[in-house]
């Protein structure tokens, strides 16, 4: 029997980087689903089950500051993730506050990357970064 | 959005060997897992460079929430905004296993 693939939701306003994220994870083995606009993203959340939600913070629709805080305001929630060009204090402050379990930033390295969502998603959930 | 060409590969390997060069010489600091290499708010003026282990960088809310910034292998170098001369951290530094890093002053840092 195949063993069950974790799930990510990824969205990003720009297609050759959700293109690049779906087969950089699906390298890893994860299952993507890949969202191109907030609306889209939160319909998804909605009506399917995801491990996690990686989200770029600049979406062209609304802001996924937002996306965000509306994912994470549903009980039982999968960690949200964002994937950031804006390496301001401020901007991780925001997404902090949004709910997000963590902030990259571009640009990313595919080692690190695979590093940190391993870990995030298979000692995180449930048990809160401070006990990995 | 990712850089991860040949070209980038390479330039990073001879940074790290570069850099493992001129830390020969450089203090290195065992940290146990869970145990923190710097705390949000403080003034250490150290660029810290990865010679093994896995290190966690973690913003903290004021309410306690934490966020994940990035993980940290052997081979990486971190802490490097104290260069910029902003002062205190703004994020915590926390070994997820034993880690053994080499401590470079900015001074030494920005000669290197």
Redesign the interface.
Known sequence: MQPTRNRILCVDD?E??RG??KV?LEMWNYEVVLAGAADDGLHLAQSEPFDMYLLDTHLPDESAFELCEQICGVPGHAPV?FISTAPY?AD??H???AG??????????????E??LT??ITQTLGT???N? | MIQETPQADLFKQQMRESLRQETLNSRAVTIAKHDRVYNCGDNDEMVYFSESGQVKLLMLSPEGRECLLAIHTAGDIFGELCLSGLGARLETATAMEETILKQIPCPEFLRV
């Open positions: 720009h050759d980087s690049m994220m950089l993730v204090e991780k402050q997404g902090l506050q997000a379990i963590a902030y990259l930033t571009k640009p990313l390295d595919f080692d690190g990357l590093i940190t870990r995030l809160g970064l401070e990995t």
